[in-house]
Nanobody
């Protein structure tokens, strides 16, 4: 499985971006997916997760109400729709495929990782 993240860029505070993560292989619809982020000099942190069917989602408190994580199994793609971006959202964002069918917050619950896409929010 290969994951290709895209959609990052420079945006002003209050703006929006939609990140995409396209997956190769035929297992995409069988597993949960997640987004994590890592800011400079900080550890990687959980952002959002979605179950394989899309009926269950989970969000970090810091993004609840501002980000959503839809997925399109027909297109082998998961998205991270971001709104009301803040400078503290600046980070490299990574998508990952879970070992399970549900949601997960812990990085070691994920098997495959994308290369990351940089989001920079200016104040």
């Amino acid at each position: 499985v290969q994951l290709q993240a895209s959609g990052g860029g420079l945006v002003q505070a209050g703006g929006s971006l939609r990140l995409s993560c396209a997956a190769s292989g035929r297992t995409f619809g069988s597993y949960g997916m997640g987004w994590f982020r890592q800011a400079p000099r900080k550890e990687r942190e959980f952002v959002a997760s979605i179950s394989r069917s899309g009926d269950t989602t989970d969000y970090a408190d810091s993004v609840q109400g501002r980000f959503t994580i839809p997925r399109d199994n027909a297109k082998n793609t998961v998205y991270l729709q971001t709104h009301s971006l803040k400078p503290e959202d600046t980070a490299v964002y990574y998508c990952a495929q879970s070992r399970t069918t549900g949601t997960a917050r812990v990085p070691n619950q994920y098997t495959y990782w994308g290369q990351g896409t940089l989001v920079t929010v200016s104040s």
